[in-house]
């Protein structure tokens, strides 16, 4: 079995590189999958922050942790949440068709 590399690239904030990785599909259906499971315990600052995506999509495509997100600043993860746009555009697309429909259930 081949092993499947992802396009990614690599940008500094201050003195941390950060990754940013295209998603694969079943990364994609697991984001759904979690999504859609109601017990799973939320944080309004890292879901609502940036309408664009949440800290917890950000750590999907990223090589950043929980903790590194919260020591930056916006204008920061401005930067990154744009590199894994250009990334990830298909995701993003996908978001925004999900956001339009009805509950899903």
Known sequence: MTQHTTNAKELMLGEVPVTVRE????QVRNWLAEMQNPGVKRDLVGEALFLDCSFTDL???????????????????????????????????????????????
Request: charged share 15%; glycine share 6%; aromatic share 6%.
């Open 23 to 26: 998603m694969t599909v079943l």
């Open 59 to 105: 750590q999907r495509m990223t090589t950043l942790t929980h903790e590194q997100l919260n020591a930056l600043c916006p204008s920061q993860i401005r930067q990154v949440i744009d590199l894994c746009k250009e990334l990830n555009p298909d995701f993003f697309a996908f978001m925004g068709l999900l956001a339009g429909a009805p509950e899903m259930g």
